[in-house]
């Protein structure tokens, strides 16, 4: 399953050339490369890269030959990217002062691939051109450079620093007119990209530059078969489809003068809940369970024996119900799933098929128990239809046990004289949601905010910045912490345009609507006022007060005395965090 | 002395922080603390219910159509709320206090024809074992051999309670009591009891106590104006019409009417929904279904079954000094650099934005797909006691949302250091039934949007589709097995066995008490159900020879394979190809197995098995 990719950066100089105010192509290139090989490093992941660089002062390639194929430099052969080429790339890659046909770097890459992957299996192999398309460029050997691309199985990427949407001839909006160099190569890129039926010409000024088409690992698959009471069954295969990504290391604990992990040990004592603290061996102890009020001693073994088992694997129909009987407000779980029949299975697919076009035609949903293996704990949980126009599966989400739910009642608003609005303050909020739409409907739909894959997505910001100061400390391990990076803070923000359109509706509703901050007195007291500023101080406390408060913090429901007292840290402590009550 | 208690308070605050910061480690080392179930309880302190039961002669009648009688009713449904506190907040207090009894039993024995039944305390295995010796037609009878029916004297039974609340040293959150009764004149027009009663009862609310009424249905209705709207607390808001509803006639209706009652809503966060710069309006966020687990075990000393104490400590291996949290640091290694930060720079790397939820703008609800979706939803609903006004805008904007079909897009920050996420704010408007019982409250769900690392791409199989009349077929089926949908339908057969698994050890029971698994399919009435459309829709999809429940098909081996089971032939590699593969950094690349014989080949020494041990013993060795 290795897929193996070369960048190809054009550092010619006129990527060093920007309208004012503007970053030059060269440097937002410079950072798609460097987020693109940061993303692979910290995901390990094991698909080799090269680099190669046109326009560069040196020429450094296979081809080269006589006045064929200059400046034009394999900076780095097909290897795992790593911490080095990370700084190679920050330190040694810089705009040069030459020029190079951009096919010419396209066939150099393809030779580069070629070579270095020659006897091996692959499963993709991909070029990610970033360039302004602003060199002269022969379009009479094109053909001949497609039909090699194809014949390798060559994936091709474009990054451009300018929109492609105006098409190649009008100017795009905001920026500069295109160059002819520019119209043309986009002609020619154009073409190259219809001939490999590939839809990514990605302009660099868009607010996802830093977030590459993801080469992602294959999905689990998990076979099953959905049974419908004891003589209906259908093979299927679910996967996940949407799931909380997570990093996949974590943080270890190390001292802080050695960074070793080995020179520090964790050890955990168990003791008696008397006054001298009696320390007990871990043998001598048992498990058990609180029931309410009751300590149950109930040992591991018996546990096991007596706990709930099931027969395995199942994807079994409870029965049928209507889609407005599921609330998604109700969706539990941290996953959706979606079922297939098995790919080789023409049968199966057939008959899941009718399943999903019979409750997408009554719409209603299969509610299913659902259990992952033998050990696994079963769910209920609803099939959805869901039918695309290239495919057709069942969408699985978990519902909630009877003991899942809080059945809260909250008093009603809409009866409530006190709160309810006139008609001049329902207009203004219809005003206000007018000017913030994020879904604009002039002819063609479009979407101004999307967390979701689509033209503009936002990556978890939180890997985003962890995998940013990552880089920076890996790179420069002395220096603090650099601020998060404004594409990422401007991300997460209103878009420019609706944060301008909602100003006066805005204003309006601050007039329609009074509010006013209720301060209580209690909250007037904040931690700094009960401790003063010596918080920090504690850290050189005695052994003593840390035993202490292990006694304290580990009470449950332990002796009455100390439980006051617990409890009244507990309150300070909530001040402290800001989490006061009010 | 009070110097001394800030200065002891301000000594455990600072090394509590601390060790919390310390103790949380293990768990929050995925970076992502336990988001939404964060309600801290103890800091909060305890939830207390009194169940106060009307005991008299009319409470034993039973209904028409072999009804259960109101005791009875009452019984199950507190033994419910039992079971449930147990389970889902095992830190709530409960008692149960009859009244209009013949028999008295509280702490003095002061006041007359009340009888504690329970104390307020912890629900345990023998106190639910108690409560369902009161049910049914036996229940009946023990009731009345110990309690016997006999004069009613509301307010004693009140004063008798508030000493309950009075007695308990825990601090207490929240004060609830329930009044079960089927007679709307409790007292038979005794003015003067009427008037002790609700002066009790004022002194009660007085102090912070809820009263609730759960009357039940009697012969020509229950009268509230009576007597009994003098004595409840008044309703959350003026429109709330709680005290005409109906009185409850069937178990189903009271334990809905309990239940909504019996639990305080705790939200996990009260922040500001921001609109726009200077545009803040207070919320509280509340959870409406999260996953119940099963909790933790606990250790316990063999020889007494009393809970121990576990302290974790970190000790310097070398020195053997207790370190503290500041003598640590934290550390990535990724493509075999060790990334090292201090614990403070890896807290606030996940630092965004102050606590709150930012409006981002509007979108058709269209647009919110089915597929959106990470974890429990949220419930967002006003909190005009932190800025007065809020629940104006908020209502305004959940009927505009509501109306115009649209929801808001938020981001949203749990607390300081949690990183952002985007939340879909679906409006939902408020709903009642006849009986005025609110079904659906009115409040904005928030669903937690997946950024676009959370979307797995998936290669999807081209498969044949379904003809009209098999798809026809399978309409029929589903017809068969059309059944409503309740969500509270479904017990957590894993949980529920694990409670009677205890319960049963508790009370020395011979064996757990039988679950039903509610999530089994009933395969014989759904077979009955379908008839022969199973076969008739098989019949239809299937050629005949087809299996639907055999293994999935085998992988077809590659035909090589196919002559025995030897293993491919090692394959050795040169130390010049080894050594490329080093200098490229490619190691990776190979299998595990290729590894471990190139350590054999070269007689390197590895401690571990794991990839990253192999690759940097044949790194050491061949860079010498």
New interface residues.
């Given amino acids: 399953d290795n897929s193996t990719l070369v960048l190809c950066l054009d550092v010619g100089f006129s990527m060093s050339n920007s309208a004012t105010g503007q970053e030059p192509p060269f440097q937002q290139a410079k950072k798609v490369i460097q987020k693109f090989v940061q993303r692979q490093v910290f995901a390990e992941n094991k698909d080799e890269l090269g680099l190669v660089l046109f326009g560069s002062d040196n020429t450094k390639n296979n081809l080269a030959k006589d006045d064929q194929y200059q400046n034009i430099s394999v900076h780095r052969h097909l290897m795992i990217p790593n911490f080095e080429l990370l700084e190679e790339i920050q330190n040694d890659v810089q705009p040069g002062s030459q020029q190079a046909d951009w096919l010419d770097a396209l066939v150099v890459c393809m030779d580069l691939l070629q070579n270095e992957t020659l006897g091996k299996k692959y499963e993709r192999l991909n070029i990610v051109m970033l360039t302004d398309l602003n060199t002269p460029s022969s379009p009479d050997q094109l053909d001949i450079i497609i039909g090699n691309l194809k014949r390798a199985g060559i994936t091709l990427q474009f990054f451009l620093p300018f929109p492609v949407d105006g098409g190649g001839s009008n100017p795009p909006h905001g920026g500069k007119a295109l160059s002819r160099e520019q119209q043309q190569g986009l002609e020619m890129t154009k073409k190259v990209m219809m001939s490999l039926d590939e839809e990514d010409v990605t302009g660099v000024c868009n607010p996802d530059l830093s977030v590459f088409k993801r080469v992602e690992k294959r999905p689990m698959a998990w076979p099953c078969t959905l049974t419908i009471g004891s003589s209906l069954s259908i093979k299927i295969v679910g996967y996940k489809a949407v799931c909380e990504e997570r990093p996949r290391k974590s943080w270890s604990v190390v001292d802080a003068q050695t960074h070793q992990k080995d020179d520090i040990k964790r050890d955990v004592v168990y003791c008696l809940n008397d006054d001298e603290e009696t320390e007990v061996q871990k043998d001598d102890t048992i498990q058990g369970y609180r029931y309410g009020s009751d300590i149950v001693p109930f040992s591991k073994v018996d546990q096991d024996q007596m706990k709930y088992k099931t027969d395995g694997k199942s994807f079994a129909v409870l029965g049928f119900t209507k889609q407005s009987m599921i609330n998604r407000h109700q969706f539990v779980g941290t996953q959706v799933l979606k079922v297939f029949a098995p790919k080789d299975d023409e049968h199966a697919g057939v008959a899941l098929s009718g399943l999903i076009r019979a409750l997408d035609d009554l719409k209603m949903v299969a509610v299913v128990r659902y259990v992952y293996a033998r050990n696994g704990n079963p769910q209920v949980g609803a099939a959805f239809p869901c039918i695309k126009e290239k495919y057709e599966c069942l969408v699985y989400v978990q519902l909630p046990f009877m003991e899942d739910l809080r059945q809260y009642s909250f008093p009603s608003l809409e009866n409530n004289k006190k709160y309810t609005p006139s008609e001049d303050q329902l207009s203004a909020v219809d005003s206000l949601i007018d000017s913030m739409m994020l879904v604009e409907e002039d002819g063609e739909k479009k979407d101004l905010f999307k967390t979701v894959p689509g033209s503009y997505h936002i990556p978890n910001p939180q890997y985003q910045r962890l995998f940013q100061c990552l880089h920076h400390r890996a790179v420069n391990p002395s220096v603090p912490l650099p601020p998060m990076d404004p594409w990422l803070t401007t991300a997460l923000q209103r878009p420019l345009a609706v944060a301008t359109r909602c100003q006066a509706p805005l204003e309006t509703l601050k007039k329609k609507f009074p509010l006013k901050e209720v301060v209580k007195k209690k909250e007037l007291k904040t931690s700094k006022e009960l401790f003063g500023n010596s918080l920090g101080t504690g850290i050189s406390t005695s052994l003593a007060v840390w035993e202490r408060v292990g006694l304290h913090s580990s009470l449950g429901t332990g002796s009455s005395a100390s439980l006051a007292v617990w409890e009244r840290v507990g309150l300070h402590s909530s001040l402290g965090t800001g989490r006061s009550t009010f | 002395p009070e110097m001394w208690n ?1 200065l002891v ?12 910061d310390y ?1 949380h ?1 293990d768990e929050d ?4 603390e336990r988001d939404e179930s964060g309600v ?1 309880y ?4 305890r939830d207390s219910l009194v169940f106060l039961v009307d005991a008299s002669k009319e409470m034993f009648i039973k209904g028409e159509d072999e009804e259960p009688s109101p005791f009875d009713m009452t019984m199950q449904c507190v033994r419910s709320v ?1 079971t ?5 907040s ?2 709530d207090l409960v008692a149960l206090v009859f009244y209009g009894t013949e028999q008295s039993k509280n702490p003095r024995n002061s006041f007359k024809h009340v009888y504690i039944y329970h104390d307020l ?8 074992q108690d409560v369902d010796g009161l049910r049914g037609e036996k229940g009946a009878q023990v009731a009345g051999e110990t309690m016997g029916s006999g004069n009613t004297n509301l307010g004693e039974a009140l004063w008798c309670c508030s000493n309950l609340y009075s007695d308990i ?3 207490l959150s929240h004060k609830r009591l329930m009044i079960f009764t089927c007679r709307d004149t409790p007292h038979g027009g005794d003015g003067e009891r009427d008037r002790q009663a609700r002066t009790k009862a004022s002194d009660l609310k007085e102090t912070g106590v809820v009263i609730d009424l759960m009357h039940l249905m009697k012969p020509g209705g229950f009268d509230v104006s009576l007597f009994f709207c003098d004595v409840v607390s008044p ?6 019409l709680g005290l005409q509803m109906e009185p409850c006639g069937k178990l189903e209706d009271l334990q ?1 009417r309990v ?3 019996e ?1 305080k ?1 705790r939200s996990v ?2 922040l500001n929904l921001c ?7 207070a919320v509280g966020v ?7 687990r099963k ?1 933790n ?7 007494n ?14 020195t053997g000094s ?3 949290p ?16 201090e614990k403070d ?2 807290d ?3 630092k ?1 934005s102050d ?1 709150g939820l ?7 609800m269209e ?1 919110l797909k ?8 949220v ?1 967002i ?21 509501s109306e ?1 079909n ?1 929801f808001a ?1 938020c ?1 949203y920050t749990r ?2 250091n949690s ?2 996420r ?1 939340l879909a704010l ?1 409006p ?3 709903e009642v039934d006849d009986g005025q ?2 079904i659906v ?3 904005f ?1 928030g ?1 937690f ?18 003809s009209e009349s ?6 029929e ?3 068969k ?19 009677r ?3 049963a ?2 009370l020395d029971l011979m064996a ?1 008490e039988h ?1 039903e ?1 509610l ?5 014989n009435m ?2 009955q159900r ?1 008839g022969s459309l ?2 008739e ?2 019949d ?4 005949a020879d ?1 299996n ?2 055999g293994k ?2 085998p992988k077809r081996k590659p035909a090589e394979a196919a002559g025995g089971t030897e293993k491919k032939p090692k394959v050795e590699m040169s130390e010049d190809e080894l050594r490329g593969h080093v200098q ?3 190691l ?2 190979l299998t595990v197995p290729v590894l471990k014989d190139a350590c054999k080949q070269f007689g390197v020494k590895v401690t571990g098995t794991k990839k990253q041990e192999l690759i940097d013993a044949l790194t050491a060795q061949l860079t010498k």
């Fill in positions: 800030v308070a301000r000594l455990l605050h600072a090394s509590m922080a601390q060790w919390n103790h480690e080392v995925d970076g992502e801290d103890t800091s909060t302190g039992y449930s506190k147990i389970i889902s095992d830190k305390d912890l629900p345990g295995a023998r106190r639910v040293k825990l601090r309703p959350e808001d003026e429109a709330e809905k239940r909504a009652k639990m809503k966060a009260r609109l726009g710069e200077g545009m803040n309006v509340y959870i409406t279904a999260l996953q119940a909790p075990a606990i250790k316990l000393y063999r020889d079954n009393e809970p121990v104490r576990t302290k974790t400590r970190l000790y310097h291996t070398q207790l370190l503290l500041s003598d640590t640091k934290r550390v990535q290694v990724y493509a075999g650099r060790q990334i090292v930060m720079e890896v606030v790397i996940k965004f606590p930012e409006l981002i703008g509007f979108k058709p647009r089915l597929h959106h979706h990470l974890r429990s939803a419930f609903y006003p909190e005009e006691e932190m800025v007065t006004g809020s629940a104006c805008v908020f209502t305004a904007l959940l009927r505009r949302c115009r649209v897009l981001k607390i300081r990183p952002p985007f679906v939902q408007k408020e019982a609110q409250a009115p409040g769900h669903i949007l997946p950024y676009a690392d959370d979307i797995r791409t998936l290669d999807t199989p081209q498969l044949p589709t379904a098999q798809v026809d077929k399978m309409k089926i589903v017809h097995l059309r059944f409503k949908y309740r969500s509270d339908a479904f017990e957590n057969p894993v949980l529920q066995q694990h409670y698994n205890l319960e050890l508790a757990p679950i698994d999530t089994m399919p009933n395969v759904m077979d379908l199973a076969q829709f098989r239809l999809v299937y050629p087809y639907p429940e999935t098909a490229k950094g490619n990776g690349k």
